[in-house]
Nanobody, 117 residues
């Protein structure tokens, strides 16, 4: 079992920055790819960014160059630094842990990010 707890989120103006953090707990976290997904109102959940235990990173095209994902394997956290935020980044952001060995996925409870003037 893996538990994920997100921190951060909130309201920010276009062009601003926010940082999301996710604390992961459980056993065997080294076999999990950690990441962030988001779901805007009325839309499907979509990938934002993922990072493996070894540091391999994948970004969705809409956030490349603006968002930075990082992982602290000592403290079992994954963070998402979001810069140059746009109105279209408004969504509920979910922390995700997906096993690279089995078909197992865990989700956090989600945190709202609203970009508005």
């Amino acid at each position: 079992q893996v538990q994920l707890v997100e921190l951060g989120g909130g309201l920010v103006q276009p062009g601003g920055s926010l940082r999301l953090s996710c604390a992961a707990s459980g056993t065997g976290l080294g076999i999990y790819r950690l990441g962030w997904y988001r779901q805007a109102l009325g839309k499907q959940r979509e990938l934002v960014a993922t990072i493996t235990y070894g540091g391999t990173i994948n970004y969705a095209d809409p956030v490349k160059g603006r968002f930075t994902i990082s992982r602290d394997n000592t403290n079992n956290t994954v963070s998402l630094q979001m810069n140059s935020l746009k109105v279209e980044d408004t969504a509920v952001y979910y922390c995700n842990a997906r096993s690279i060995l089995k078909d197992i996925t865990y989700w956090g409870q989600g945190t709202q990010v609203t970009v508005s003037s």
